[in-house]
T-cell receptor
């Protein structure tokens, strides 16, 4: 069985500052993918970034980067230069050998002006 | 542009009604999923399907059933709606045997059972 843990129910950040959203995972699958999604108040799930379990380098997509520490089983999302539009729910997810996406409980991020 | 479409954005139903939530994808994906999302609980898997006519129970299948008669369509059925099924329902699809491709989501259905 696979499990995703997000321990921060809510986070606050000042506009233009960086913020890290924590995610730890547990799996016995040798090959897996880690994903982050953003969910604004409108409800749609927006894919942000992907990291493969065999990738040596941390993934980056614009202002998003994924701090992947395989030995610690962590996949933290870093948002640089926060913007007001970054206020949303953020979900960490994993896809392993069963090909079923498993999600964490989410972190609510509020960006203050 | 890939798309997953859910039939309703908002739905209000009465206790005891049979409710159908429809989901259609145009990406020719084999895998389809139904999740429910509740505050503080994240996304919990209700049912999933790896292929046409095939269905498997997820973590919280009680009170739900599904139908997949065509590859592109995956329907969630609430046999007799109850107030504790008031929730946000999300449908997703993904390609077969893929750990490197994200799941694609519909826009969600906010269901209220009164």
């Amino acid at each position: 069985a696979q499990k995703i843990t997000q321990t921060q129910p809510g986070m606050f950040v000042q506009e233009k500052e960086a913020v890290t959203l924590d995610c730890t995972y547990d799996t016995s699958d040798p090959s897996y993918g880690l994903f982050w999604y953003k969910q604004p108040s409108s409800g749609e799930m927006i894919f942000l970034i992907y990291q493969g379990s065999y990738d040596q380098q941390n993934a980056t997509e614009g202002r998003y980067s994924l701090n992947f520490q395989k030995a610690r089983k962590s996949a933290n999302l870093v948002i640089s230069a926060s913007q007001l539009g970054d206020s949303a729910m953020y979900f960490c997810a994993m896809i392993g050998g069963s090909y079923i996406p498993t999600f964490g409980r989410g972190t609510s991020l509020i960006v203050h002006p | 542009d890939v798309k997953v479409t859910q039939s309703s954005r908002y739905l209000v139903k009465r206790t005891g009604e049979k409710v159908f939530l429809e989901c259609v994808q145009d990406m020719d994906h084999e895998n389809m999923f139904w999740y429910r999302q509740d505050p503080g609980l994240g996304l919990r898997l209700i049912y999933f399907s790896y292929d046409v006519k095939m269905k498997e129970k997820g973590d919280i299948p009680e009170g739900y059933s599904v139908s997949r008669e065509k590859k592109e369509r995956f329907s969630l059925i609430l046999e007799s709606a109850s107030t504790n099924q008031t929730s946000m329902y999300l449908c997703a699809s993904s390609p077969p045997q893929g750990t490197s491709t994200e799941a694609f989501f519909g826009q969600g259905t906010r269901l209220t059972v009164v």
